[in-house]
Nanobody, 125 residues
Framework: QVQLVESGGGLVQPGGSLRLSCAASRFTLDNYNIGWFRQAPGKEREGVSCISSRNGWTYVGDSVKGRFAISRDNAENTVFLQMNSLKSEDTAVYYC??????????????????WGQGTQVNVSS
């Protein structure tokens, strides 16, 4: 069974950085696309970024473009989300999700079958 575990969340001041990790167990990330999503209180889940396992193609949503970057380390079976220049509006629970690999990737949550439990990110002074 596919299992994903997020880590790296916490409290950071505006302008600071965090790196989130999405570690996979019981399966190999090589065969799956990974997406990062977030959900703030009272708001709908929002797609943040994704990476294809087939061709390494990445996508970053407009709200975080230029500040966030996604990467993968197949040796560690982990995908990372580097978050820089954090703003208060980035406060949310961040989730990673997996779907079978494809060329390109999507940040539509309905395309992902497997989800982690989430990690809380708070950006506040």
């Amino acid at each position: 069974q596919v299992q994903l575990v997020e880590s790296g969340g916490g409290l950071v001041q505006p302008g600071g950085s965090l790196r989130l990790s999405c570690a996979a167990s019981r399966f190999t990330l090589d065969n799956y696309n990974i997406g990062w999503f977030r959900q703030a209180p009272g708001k709908e889940r929002e797609g943040v970024s994704c990476i294809s396992s087939r061709n390494g193609w990445t996508y970053v949503g407009d709200s975080v473009k230029g500040r966030f970057a996604i990467s993968r380390d197949n040796a560690e079976n982990t995908v990372f989300l580097q978050m820089n220049s954090l703003k208060s509006e980035d406060t949310a629970v961040y989730y990673c999700a997996a779907r079978p690999s494809s060329y390109g990737c999507s940040i539509r949550s309905t395309e992902y079958a497997y989800w982690g439990q989430g990690t809380q990110v708070n950006v506040s002074s």
